[in-house]
């Protein structure tokens, strides 16, 4: 399998598969989600990355509500064909809380842990985009 050019996703016992989206221009992560067998189909199809929303139980087109498509340059798996990596190019930010990346904490400390945040800059108000 780490070897052949046969593209055969592995889909947990749930039927999903994580996938991790980065800015194709800085190589940033923007997000982690999963994608079910229709969600990775139709973002193979359309160049728009498509999720499965587990909290919804529906597939998720990203950007559908809040106009932050994510166009899909490139698509990667990983050798055992587990997971899936996206370069995605975006018109603003990722995360629902309006940042650029949904990784916007970092956690410091060993033994007392703490976090910090990296990214405090909103780039939209996610009250005005996600009405209701």
Avoid at 35 to 40: K, T, V, W
Avoid at 58 to 78: C, F, N, P, Y
């Amino acid at each position: 399998m780490e070897e052949s050019l046969d593209f055969t996703p592995k889909f947990d016992e749930k039927g999903l598969i994580p996938c991790v989206a980065t800015c194709d221009k800085t190589g940033d992560v923007l997000m982690f989600a999963f994608m079910n067998e229709e969600a990775l189909n139709k973002t193979i199809e359309t160049g728009e990355a498509h999720y499965w929303s587990r909290s919804r139980q529906s597939l998720w087109h990203k950007g559908a509500t809040s106009g932050h498509i994510q166009k899909v340059t490139e698509m990667r798996t990983d050798c055992d064909q587990d997971c899936i990596w996206i370069k995605v190019e975006t018109n603003e930010g990722a995360c629902h809380t309006g940042r650029k990346s949904c990784f916007y904490r970092k956690i410091q400390g060993n033994l007392n842990v703490k976090m910090e945040f990296i990214d405090e800059k909103k780039l939209f108000n996610p009250d005005d985009v996600y009405k209701g």
